[in-house]
Each structure stands twice: as structure tokens, then as C-alpha cells.
């Protein structure tokens, strides 16, 4: 500012001493007069000078769930996921002052803290079993392991225990059923040979020895079956001691875990335990009652079907006391028939049923067997531990339990709307106790102002990044200072064509009180100086570059050409290095006289001015 103003007084002071020293030539009837400057030292200024407006440094769209968004053009959206956010308080109103950090509104938190808890409690989750695996299998599962090995090695035991006694059971039957058919067809003949009478009466006994046959088969098939059940019950319950045992050390470790105050994560896994033993001592149970009930049912069977043979044994015997008595000999010989054909009948079945015994049970060893497999498989796989892929997917799992809450921790943040910077509200758009809009909910304006303006293409190669400029603020009526901050490499040309502009943003360091965003702007840029110079007008200058002279008037107010080496050249000044002297006096320009009529050159009317003949260092 300073600087304008000096360079304002040189040039009235010129101006005045050009008005001022006007000399008369001696030659021609008509004698010219000159308009002189004096020379001076003082500072040679190139300047641009450009009108713009102030605005915000930077404004900022805030919406509850979402961080702030610097605001480019239009107001940005807002609301985090589709959230509805219910409004509690609302404490600015547009056009407070607000400073970095301050409370503009909240909402209620209530979803939000609850999903921050509930992702606790997964990542706690995640960690826990990223710990158990990474500890590797505890004396308990060791132990289950190994009574699962010692249960299938009972089962299989028995199943193989249960097709020998099979087995053996068939051999039987299959001698029984055999010698039924060749007593039958002996009977058979001996009753042809001898007589109607002695071959009823050996029919009879034949079928009498049938039915005490059938008795002793069914008697020996329903011990042999009470064995097989007995060791299926036996497997059962087992089976129930094992699971009780393993309630009770769930239970003991979820007691000893509490009573130590174990942390919740590791009483979660205990009480998850329990469930588990639980769950497994009631399936046993369910085996256990199952194989109970099936067992009576098969009890059931035989015992019916011992009863009926034992009828069909006491029929016989009837039939032999009958026969005895009396009989026909045609009836001996059909029951001697029948005999023979039922023996048959029920020699094939056997074989039948003693074949589809004999896979069933080669099915339950096999299945036996694969179960015992299982189990040592398990075994080897619980006491050497977790691999290093499940504790990589256990790791992977605790990182995306802690990125779920990173998230809700965000969302439950979002809940308070703060300023990011200190400034000015501009803009509210929420009531509490309402739900928030969609969009914006509030806007805040950086308290640093900036200047926005245009400039021509000619000024654009003299702007420089960090160049200093003087602002005047037309409604202010007072001046500030501010830096160059950015200059646009894109220029626009107006629609109607005309000088191509380019956008600049000036930083103001110290706004004047009152200056608000929207305000009037006039910026002087300063792009080259030379302080404490000797300086002319430029008019004064002729030649070009490297050959300028001027004109001074000697004692006699002649005007006599001196080469002068010039620095600095602007629209008004031009800087002398050499050639002239504080004082001298250059000509400016000539006054023609009132009646002569050979008058040119551009200005006021009757002003000659001496213009440089080429270009200068620049210009303003």
C-alpha cells in the first residue's frame, strides 16, 4: 500500500513538472515548446490489477453417520448406509462462529451403541477361539478321544461276537431242519411199507419230534438273542456313563471358571461345553431307551413264538395219543406228506434267513469297524491340535470381527455432528426430535477467507505461486494483504469472444473485521520492482532495446538525444541505470502552437508525446 502511494506522489510530481517546464524554441517562426520530467529517484512497480470476490477457504457438508465432505460446487449427500437418525439435540444455529471440534448436533445412539456391543461380542468371540485352537487339545479331549476308541473297539467286538453266536445258531438249525426232512420222508416209507396203524402212529411221533425240535431252536434262538441285547444294552449304557462323565467335567470346569472369574469369553465357551455334554448324554439316553424298547419288543416275538410251538408241540403229542387210539390209515399217509413238505419248506427258508443274516452281520462288523477308523482318525487329530489353516481362519475371523466394530464404532461416532475447523455455520438443516434428512444436515465455512479473480493471458506469464498482493475491499473501504495460492492452467474465453482469463485464489493473512464471503474485491499483484531507482516516464524513452535515448534540453533549452541503459520498463516508469542524473530533464512531449495546423501524436490535443520506438522490460 505504502508503495502505490509513493509511486502515485512521483508520478503527480512528474506531472506537474512536466505541466510546469514548458520551453520555447528558438528557431521557426512558430517556436515548439516542450514538456519536460524531471528525473527522480524513487521505485519502478509492475503491477496487475484484477477484481474478484472473497469466499470461504472451505466449506463443509456434515451428515450424521458420515464424515465431513469438503463441499465442491453442490452440496453433497449424506446418512451413512440408508440409517434413519432420530435428531436429540441441536445446539448452533446459522451464522454462530464455531471452533474446531465443537458440538453442532446428536442423534440418538441407541442401534448404534447396541452395534458396537454386539461386534464386541464377536470379536471376543473370534479371539476365544483363536486362543483354544492356538493352545492346542486339553487333557479332557484327549480323554473323550480316547474313550470314543475304546467304545467303537466294544462294538466292534460284539459284532463280531454276535455273528459267530449267529453263525453257530444257523449250523444248528440247518442240522435240525436237515434231520427233520430225512425223518420225514423215513416216515414217509415206513408208513407205506408197514401198514396204515405203526405209520400213523410214526407220523406222529415224527411230528412230535418236529415240534420238540422247533422248541428247542426257538428256546436256544431267544438265549442267544437275550445275549445280543444284553450286549447292546450294555454298549448303551456305556455310552451314558461316558457323556455323564463328560456333563460333569464341563460342569466342574464352568464351577472352577467362575469361581476364578474367568473372562466372559472363556465362560461363554464353558457354558457352550455344558450344552454340548448335555445334548450328548440325552442322546445316549435316547439310544439306550430305544435299544431297551427294542429289545423287549424282540423278547416279545420269541416269546410268542416259543409259546405257539410249544401249542404245536402239544397238538402233536395229542395227534400221536389220538392216532395211538385209533387213525386212519389214508390221514397217516397225507400227514406223513404234509410232514415232509413242511420240513422242506422250512429247510429252505432257514437257508434263506441264514444267508440274509450272514450279510447283515458281515455289514455291522464292516460299519463297526469304519466307526473304530473314525475314531482313532479323531483321536490323532485332537491331540495334535489345530493346523495352520484353521488358526489362519481363526485369525482371519478375529480380523473381520475387529473390522465390524471399527464400523460400529464409526456409525455410533457419527452419531455427534462436530465442526472440522473453526468457522461459520451456514446452514441447519435439522430439528430435534425429528428424524435427519437424507442430504445435509449442517454446514460450517472455514473462518480463512480467500479472494477469487481473473486475469488476463498477457498478466498470466508475470504471476508467480506466493507473490504477494494488496486487496481492497470495496464495502470496507480498507485494504488487506494476501498471498497468490493457486493459479488455473485452464483460461476461458467470454461467448461473444474477447481476451482469454484465467482464475486465480489469493489467501487474505488478516481479513478486516467485517469481511464476509461474497464481498467485492480489487487485487493489485506486484510482479516486478526496482526500489530507490532513478526513474522517468516512459514517454520519454525512444529507440529499442539496448539503443534507448532521450531527449534532455541543454542551458540554451535545446533538447540534445543522450543514450541512456534502462532496467525496468512499465506503462508509467521507466528505471535509468545510466546515462542521466537526479534533476535532469527529459522531454515528455511537445505543445504545438494555437494556430499551427501541424499537430499529431495521440493524448490530450496539441500533445506530442515521445514514445519508446521498441519494446521495453515489461509493462504494466
Not at 432420530?86 to 440418538?108: E, H, N, W, Y
Not at 454276535?162 to 440247518?174: A, D, F, I, K, N
Not at 435427519?436 to 444436515?441: H, I, N, R, T, V
Not at 530533464?585 to 506530442?608: D, F, I, M, Q, R
Request: hydrophobic share 50%; no cysteine; glycine share 8%.
Amino acid at each position: 500500500m505504502k508503495l502505490k502511494a509513493a509511486i502515485a506522489v512521483v508520478l503527480l510530481a512528474i506531472a506537474v513538472a512536466a505541466v510546469g517546464s514548458v520551453f520555447a524554441s528558438p528557431f521557426g517562426p512558430a517556436p515548439a515548446q516542450y514538456l519536460t520530467a524531471a528525473v527522480v529517484k524513487t521505485t519502478v512497480a509492475q503491477q496487475i490489477v484484477a477484481s474478484g470476490s472473497v469466499r470461504s477457504a472451505a466449506t463443509y457438508d456434515l451428515a450424521f453417520g458420515a464424515s465431513p465432505v469438503l463441499e465442491l460446487g453442490a452440496p453433497a449427500a449424506g446418512g451413512a448406509g440408508g440409517a434413519v437418525w432420530l435428531v436429540s439435540t441441536v445446539v448452533v444455529k446459522t451464522g454462530d462462529r464455531v471452533t474446531r471440534g465443537a458440538v453442532l448436533a446428536t442423534a440418538d445412539t441407541a442401534a448404534a451403541t447396541a452395534s458396537v456391543q454386539l461386534a464386541k461380542a464377536g470379536l471376543a468371540a473370534a479371539k476365544a477361539r483363536l486362543a483354544v485352537d492356538g493352545a492346542g487339545p486339553t487333557a479332557a479331549d484327549r480323554a473323550a478321544a480316547y474313550d470314543a476308541i475304546l467304545q467303537a473297539q466294544q462294538q466292534l467286538d460284539l459284532a463280531r461276537q454276535t455273528g459267530t453266536v449267529t453263525s453257530q445258531q444257523s449250523s444248528l438249525q440247518v442240522r435240525q431242519a436237515e434231520a427233520a426232512l430225512v425223518a420225514a420222508r423215513a416216515k414217509l416209507a415206513a408208513d407205506q411199507t408197514a401198514g396204515p396203524v405203526t405209520s400213523t402212529i410214526q407220523a406222529d411221533q415224527a411230528a412230535v419230534l418236529a415240534a420238540q425240535q422247533q422248541v428247542d431252536t426257538l428256546t436256544l434262538e431267544n438265549r442267544a438273542a437275550a445275549t445280543q441285547a444284553g450286549g447292546a444294552a450294555q454298549a448303551s449304557a456305556l455310552k451314558v456313563s461316558q457323556a455323564q462323565a463328560a456333563l460333569q467335567a464341563a460342569a466342574a470346569q464352568l464351577a472352577a471358571d467362575q469361581a476364578a472369574h474367568a473372562s466372559a469369553a472363556t465362560i461363554a465357551t464353558d457354558r457352550a461345553a455344558v450344552a454340548q455334554a448335555q445334548t450328548a448324554l440325552d442322546a445316549a439316553n435316547l439310544d439306550l431307551s430305544t435299544a431297551s424298547a427294542s429289545s423287549s419288543q424282540a423278547a416279545q416275538l420269541s416269546a410268542l413264538k416259543l409259546t405257539q410251538a410249544q401249542q404245536a408241540l402239544q397238538a402233536a403229542q395229542a395227534r400221536l395219543a389220538a392216532d395211538q387210539a385209533a387213525g386212519p390209515p389214508v390221514a397217516t399217509i397225507q400227514s406223513d406228506q404234509a410232514a415232509i413238505a413242511t420240513a422242506q419248506a422250512q429247510l429252505d427258508s432257514l437257508r434263506l434267513s441264514i444267508k440274509s443274516s450272514a450279510t447283515q452281520a458281515s455289514g455291522q462288523i464292516s460299519s463297526a469297524a469304519l466307526s473304530l477308523s473314525i475314531a482313532q482318525n479323531g483321536y490323532a487329530s485332537k491331540v495334535v491340535g489345530a493346523t495352520a489353516a484353521t488358526i489362519s481362519t481363526d485369525q482371519s475371523a478375529v480380523a473381520g470381527a475387529q473390522e465390524t466394530l471399527r464400523l460400529a464404532q464409526l456409525t455410533l461416532d457419527g452419531a455427534t455432528l462436530r465442526s472440522p475447523v473453526d468457522g461459520i455455520v451456514v446452514a441447519v438443516n435439522v430439528v430435534a426430535g425429528a428424524a435427519a434428512p437424507a442430504g445435509l444436515d449442517v454446514a460450517v465455512s472455514a473462518a480463512s477467507l480467500q479472494v477469487t479473480a481473473t486475469v488476463t493471458e498477457t498478466d498470466l506469464p508475470s504471476l508467480k505461486l506466493g507473490q504477494k498482493a494488496d486487496v481492497s475491499l470495496t464495502a470496507l473501504g480498507t485494504t488487506a494483504t494476501a498471498t497468490v495460492l493457486s493459479i488455473s492452467p485452464t483460461g476461458s474465453i467470454p461467448g461473444s469472444g474477447g481476451v482469454v482469463t484465467y482464475p486465480i485464489v489469493l489467501a487474505l493473512a488478516t481479513p478486516p473485521a467485517g469481511t464476509f464471503s461474497g464481498m467485492s474485491a480489487q487485487v493489485t499483484i506486484i510482479t516486478a520492482q526496482a526500489t530507490n531507482v532513478l526513474a522517468v516516464p516512459s514517454i520519454a524513452l525512444n529507440g529499442g532495446t539496448g539503443q534507448y535515448t532521450v531527449q534532455v534540453l541543454d542551458a540554451s533549452g535545446k533538447p540534445q538525444n543522450r543514450p541512456v541503459q534502462v532496467g525496468l520498463i512499465t506503462g508509467t516508469l521507466a528505471e535509468i541505470t545510466s546515462g542521466l542524473a537526479v534533476g535532469d530533464l527529459v522531454v515528455t512531449g511537445t505543445v504545438a502552437p494555437l494556430s499551427g495546423t501541424n499537430t499529431s501524436g495521440g493524448g490530450l490535443p496539441g500533445l506530442l508525446p515521445a514514445a519508446p520506438a521498441g519494446g521495453g522490460q515489461g509493462g504494466g
